[in-house]
């Protein structure tokens, strides 16, 4: 009767272990906490109606990117100390052309979605390097090879563009200039 009682104890303790234990594993889970991506901050992957392909969704994430990449090209190529850098393209545009200004858009849209964590393989950049896309040497699109300044006049032209399409959370929009001067080192080439 005692070894009967005794295993019986030892179960229940060990159940009573084993409860605490999974317990544990589950206020631990509670306590761990995933930041969210910079994609999943400017929309992430909630699916919405793409206002530019009627009929056809896009998750949020890539259309706010794509916006604020739209209006800061055409911030860009109104800005006279950055128009040296696109003359074919505003040669290609001022003709009516817009093929190179579609793949520039779906390019940096590209870039931005995958620099910033998007998961969906259909929005992942498959482009050059940075170096090679900003090199005039290896990319005849490119008019010039860029400076620091240059790169400084790119940057506050995305942010007049991001400011544009109602992107003004202060950390967000610090959290994205600090992900683009990832690249300053590629881009910057004299």
Do not use: W
């Not at 739209?70 to 817009?98: H, K, Q, Y």
């Not at 610090?174 to 992900?179: A, T």
């Amino acid at each position: 009767m005692k070894k009967r009682l005794l295993i019986i104890c030892v179960c229940i303790l060990g159940g009573v272990m084993i409860m605490q234990s999974c317990k544990k594993e589950e206020d631990d889970d509670d306590m761990m906490t995933t930041t969210p991506t910079l994609y999943d901050r400017v929309g992430g992957t909630a699916m919405v109606d793409d206002p530019a392909n009627p009929g056809t969704m896009i998750e949020q994430g890539r259309l706010t990117l794509r916006s604020v990449v739209d209006s800061s090209i055409f911030v860009i190529a109104a800005d006279p100390n950055m128009t040296p850098f696109f003359g074919t393209l505003l040669t290609e545009v001022g003709a009516g052309d817009l093929s190179g200004l579609t793949i520039l858009s779906k390019n940096l849209t590209d870039f931005l979605c995958s620099a910033t964590g998007a998961t969906n393989t259909d929005y992942l950049y498959t482009g050059l390097s940075m170096a090679d896309a900003h090199d005039p040497d290896v990319n005849s699109r490119m008019g010039m090879k860029a400076g620091d300044g240059d790169f400084d006049n790119f940057i506050a032209d995305v942010a007049v563009g991001l400011g544009q399409n109602g992107v003004t959370d202060a950390q967000l929009i610090s959290d994205l200039v600090d992900l683009l001067e990832t690249t300053r080192a590629d881009i910057v080439q004299m």
